[in-house]
C-alpha cells in the first residue's frame, strides 16, 4: 500500500475528531470502525487504491475473525489511542511532559506499526510503500502514528496550541508570525470570545 507524506498535524486533526470537549456532551464524529477508516483514507490523502486497500483489509479482516466483537474492539483501540493522543499533545501545548501512560502507550503502538523503510515513486511523486494494513490498531493509525511521534520530535519548534476557548479546546500548529494564535478558529471561537467580552463590557457599563 502506498502512503504520501502526511500532514504534519494529521495526529491533531484525528484528536479533534472528538470537538467542543470542554461541553458536557462533546461532539463525537466518529460512531464505528468504518468511520476511522473512512477519515484515515480523506485525511491522510490516500489515493482510491491504498484506501480501497485500507478499508478491506482492516476491515474485512476484523470481521473474518471474529465478527462484530472484533470490529468493536479494534473501534475502541482507535478510539483509546486519539484519547492518549490529545492528552499528549494537550500537555505539549502547555509545555509539560507527556504523560507516561500516554507515551508509552503511543511508542508501542508505534513498534508495532509498519516501518517507513521504502520510498517509491509513482505518478510524479514519492510515497512511502508499506504492506497491506492487518486488523490492528497500529496498522490501520499507522499514518497517524508516524505524525504523532514526528511532531512529539518538533513539539516545540512547531508551537503547537490549544484553543483558549475553554468549550472547544482542539489542538493546532501555531503558523502565525508573532506566535499569539489563541484560537482553532478567529471566525468561530474568536468571534465567540469577543463577543463575550463585549456583552460584559456593556452589561458592567
Known amino acids: 500500500m502506498l502512503i504520501p507524506s502526511v500532514p504534519a498535524d494529521l495526529c491533531l486533526l484525528y484528536a479533534n475528531t472528538l470537538s467542543w470537549r470542554g461541553r458536557d456532551v462533546p461532539a463525537e464524529t466518529l460512531h464505528r470502525l468504518d ?3 473512512d477519515w484515515i483514507a480523506r485525511a491522510a490523502l490516500l489515493g482510491p487504491r491504498a484506501a480501497a486497500d485500507l478499508k478491506h483489509q482492516a476491515g474485512s479482516a476484523a470481521a473474518a475473525e471474529a465478527g462484530n466483537a472484533a470490529r468493536s474492539r479494534l473501534f475502541a483501540q482507535t478510539l483509546a489511542m486519539r484519547e492518549a493522543i490529545f492528552r499528549l499533545f494537550s500537555a ?6 507527556p504523560p507516561p501512560r500516554d507515551f508509552a502507550a503511543l511508542t508501542r503502538a508505534l513498534a508495532a506499526a509498519p516501518v517507513r523503510d521504502r520510498l517509491v515513486r509513482r505518478h510524479g511523486a514519492c510515497a512511502w510503500h508499506i504492506p497491506p494494513p492487518g486488523p490492528a490498531m497500529p496498522d490501520i493509525l499507522a499514518p ?6 514526528d511532531l512529539l520530535l518538533d513539539a516545540q519548534g512547531r508551537r503547537i496550541q490549544q484553543c483558549a476557548n475553554d468549550e472547544c479546546l482542539w489542538l493546532f500548529i501555531d503558523g ?9 478558529d478567529m471566525a468561530s471561537c474568536g468571534n465567540r470570545a469577543k463577543a463575550r467580552r463585549h456583552y460584559s463590557r456593556i452589561r458592567q457599563a
Open 144 to 149: 497517524v502514528l508516524w505524525s504523532a511521534g
Open 176 to 184: 502565525s508570525k508573532n506566535g499569539t494564535r489563541r484560537w482553532c
Open 35 to 37: 468511520d476511522v477508516l
Open 92 to 97: 505539549a501545548a502547555t509545555g509539560a511532559p
